[in-house]
């Protein structure tokens, strides 16, 4: 087997896995070990498989793991962390406020919100990051209006969910978390418990208030309705601002597709797509195996953490035809950068339209919209898992 690299741990590693990738989706499943033993798997075939089979391999997270006792959701069950009939119950409350007709419903407002960040990007001019005036206050505004969170909290709770994340990445998950993690995570589980009594005091028409009432008909106790909403905002918030500058940094370095999605914005949705196959925001995900089995010609223990990587997977060269090309006409394009299966992304609906409106709202705007320094260093988040740029210079003039 050839020499493989893997280690999410590494700032060096997350700063371009491709390369490693490359290596890594050549072979079956592997074994290796950071203190405890770990399975990766790279091939699309593999990834598609673990996550299209729940009975094998298990998202519940083994309740001694410190990250899972002591993180966001406090080890209680989430709809990302359980398996049937537990994730049936718990998708069943929400999967009708996620269809994509509800959620095109949100188009005008969502064009609203990015039109006056786009402007604010138009009257200061110049150069501009990306990241801090567009790609993080869209998908924390329109998450937080969908849970009906006041508009004057948001700086803070964006402050401490990345604070979650960025702790989280930087922790295995078999050690304890550190002290600033467990400050974020306290602050974000207190303030959403408060979120909570006032919507039991007086119900609105949001998603917090419709929680509640699910969990005063039991479908849900009260430690599922706090994670519930925690997951919420989690799962909403990172990935979607990743989505907006991984995306613009792609097409910066692929003049000849910014310019014909320019031309064609209809395109947007292939594009989207692309961006996500191609340099998507959640780059892995866990299992946990049931009982020894055998993944494509690799035998794996019983309980053995599965890193599953959908960076790798999604440029395969065995499924996607010339994987190092980013191409937003790609079809077909099977990517696993929303996962499969049971757990297929609630939000992709969501994250779509955002992402769409938010480029194309660029695009349109800025006819001379470019990478500030095309050679500056670029510098990412703490996460492997959840991979996105911490800033992007451009320039609009
Ligand atoms: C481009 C943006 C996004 C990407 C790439 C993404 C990716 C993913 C992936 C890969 C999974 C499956 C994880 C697994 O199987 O372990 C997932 C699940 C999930 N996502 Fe997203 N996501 C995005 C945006 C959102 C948004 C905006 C929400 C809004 C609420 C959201 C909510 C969720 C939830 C609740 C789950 C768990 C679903 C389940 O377990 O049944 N995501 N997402």
Known sequence: MAEFYFNPWDPQFRADPYPAYRVLVEAPPRLMNFGATIAIAARYVDVAAVLSDHQHFTAVRPPDLPIARRGPFAGAATMLTSDPPVHTRLRRLVSRDFTPRRINDLGPRIRQIAAGLVDGIAARGGEFDLVSELANPLPVTVIAELLGVPPGNYDEFKLWSDAVVAGAARTQPWEEPPPEFLEAVAKLRGYFAEEIEKRRRAPGSDLISALVAAHDDEALNSEELLAFVVLLLLAGNETTTNLIGNGMLALARNPEQLELLRR????????????????????????????????????????????????AANRDPAKFPAPEKFDITRDPNEHLGFGTGIHFCLGAPLARLEGAIAINAMLARFPR?????????????????????????????
């Open 264 to 311: 064609e914005p209809e395109l947007i949705g292939g594009a989207i797509e692309e961006i996500i196959r191609y340099d998507g925001p959640v780059q892995g995900t866990a299992r946990f195996t049931t009982e020894p089995v055998n993944l494509g010609g690799a035998e794996l223990p019983v309980s053995v953490p599965i890193f599953l990587l959908i960076g």
């Open 369 to 397: 919209l470019r990478l500030a320094d095309p050679d500056a260093p670029l510098s990412y988040k703490g996460s492997f898992f959840l991979r996105g740029l911490s800033a992007l210079r451009m320039r609009i003039d």
